[in-house]
């Protein structure tokens, strides 16, 4: 009986994904290839909904930089996903401008009705709700992000319509 051998760990990059890493380290010059790793990072996490360390690993390898540099950079910033998430998020903005336009209000209407707390998702893994520090739409508080659309000066009512799309 053969021990069964690790993949490379480019071979968890499929050669689309790996395409679109390229086109972005294109923008660097040669010996800067791993300027692309914010950008690969979010790639590979829009194919597979998260981060796991294997694909981390895969980025790092294939940006021919330290597996411990692309950790760093997936770690530091939320927007990165190292757990499984549900196929969509929701962020609600809580900073000032929103908290003084009632994004606690905001928070409390999604918890009930999705029946989770910021920080969980769904029982059916569709939806994770999140707190963000600021998403810069202050003009149009209180504003959530879902997935990658903003919508600004929520009431329930918008809200309810918006859960009714999530898809």
Not at 9 to 29: F, G, H
Not at 44 to 52: G, I, M
Not at 70 to 99: Q, R
Request: with cysteine; proline share 5%.
């Amino acid at each position: 009986m053969h021990a069964q051998t690790k993949p490379q760990s480019q071979d968890l990059l499929a050669a689309d994904v790996r395409a679109e890493i390229d086109r972005e380290v294109a923008k660097y010059p040669p010996e800067r290839k791993g300027a692309a790793v914010m950008a690969a990072l979010r790639i590979v996490q829009e194919k597979h909904v998260w981060l796991t360390p294997e694909l981390i690993e895969a980025v790092a390898d294939y940006l021919e930089i330290t597996p411990i540099r692309a950790m760093e950079v997936a770690t530091f910033y939320g927007m990165y996903d190292l757990e499984p998430v549900g196929k969509h998020k929701i962020w609600v903005c809580t900073n000032i401008s929103c908290m003084l336009c009632g994004s606690d209000k905001v928070v409390s209407h999604l918890e009930n009705k999705l029946g989770i707390k910021i920080g969980e998702t769904t029982p059916d893994g569709k939806i994770t709700l999140r707190e963000a520090e600021c998403l810069g739409a202050c003009v149009g508080a209180p504003m959530m992000q879902v997935d990658k659309t903003f919508h600004e000066n929520l009431t329930p009512a918008l809200m309810d319509e918006i859960l009714k799309g999530i898809k």
